[in-house]
């Protein structure tokens, strides 16, 4: 675990004092804990970094980089955390979460470019990142030995398309990828090559052998599985983002119980389902009560929801909203493109403020420390 003292004391260059002194007062009250996030911001002249920020906001970093980043991973017990370029980027960033600097960026190798996420062993040795191979279209879990200068040491093959965030399971052996079905290739950019003939999944795979051991199809070929979380109990709550035609109001959300092998795609309320715009972001589920945040910027809103049930339990609005990470018993922090940082609760509607910074937040949000579950 790492000391508290020694994570990154983080702000944002351009912030002004009294936003950040502001919102280092509300942070730091007795009933709950510090905030320590990393993500991938842009800037009002398009630069992209890598930026942190701590409860406090008295220290600051900001690390420029080449690419748009994406989402990142804490490494456990260790002195890293990862960010990733997005699609189709081809580095992914190292920071020692004690200096505060750069360690190193690998680079995808040639033919492979990053889909934005990756997570660690629970040794933290290995790290697990979604990759595309864009000369054969084919998606894969890279395996990097964070302990040997990140060497890559094994390439295991998801027999499909457009991999995108994956997580660690309680059990330690299991990984849980999000596989969007959408083909792309750098030169195009981001232009999606195989609408009409997705293949998006939900897939459990043996993290030491590379075996895919389950795999769940959504209810329609155009719900592209994208961003998951997975509960302490083993529940994984993934969201899509359909790339049909957008007056329809497919289901946005799967849950799947790894104990019992159940698949579903809870029901919203119609009128919330046409609110979220077809498109999800940020998923992040709590680790001390049965609910789940999420985030669907294009709708300016998050909904929080009990994971067990599926059931609706709060809607909030929040313009642009963008990342999402637990926050206390029955909370959450979520990220603005606007620049805003907030609080959500589930006995509440509205979002509390928390500062605000000049630049457009990422859809994603790291822990600065690895947090247990």
Known sequence: MLNRRGFIKASFAGASVT???ACSNRLLTPAAPALELVSAVDDANGQHYISGV????????????AERCHGGCPQPHGDHVVVF??????????????????ERSVHAGDGYHYYGHGVYSPDARLLYVTMNNYQTSAGLVRVYDA?????????????GIGPHELRLHPDGNTLVVALGGIETHPDYDRIKLNLDRMEPALI??????????ARYSPSHPQLSCRHLDVSPDGVVIAGYQYEGPEWETPPLIARLDTATGEFSEPELPLDELAGLRNYTASI?????????????????????INYRTGELVQ???????????????????????LGGVFLLSADSDQ??????YPVRWDNHLTPGQFVVA
Do not use: C, W
């Open 85 to 102: 370029a997005r699609r189709p980027g081809r580095q992914m960033h190292v920071i020692n979460t004690r200096s505060g600097q750069l």
């Open 19 to 21: 936003a950040v002194a």
């Open 147 to 159: 302990f040997d200068s990140y060497r890559q040491v094994a390439d295991f093959d998801l027999a």
């Open 284 to 304: 992040a589920i709590s680790r001390h009560s049965p609910l789940a945040v999420i985030t669907a910027p294009l709708g300016n809103r998050a909904i929080i």
């Open 54 to 65: 701590d409860s406090s906001g008295q220290k600051r970093f900001q690390i420029p980089v």
């Open 204 to 213: 459990l795979m043996d993290r030491h052998s590379g075996e895919i051991t």
């Open 315 to 337: 809607r909030i609005a929040v313009k642009d909203v963008a990342g999402a990470l637990p926050y206390g018993e029955r909370g959450f922090v979520v990220t603005s493109g």
């Open 351 to 356: 979002a509390v403020p928390h500062g605000s």
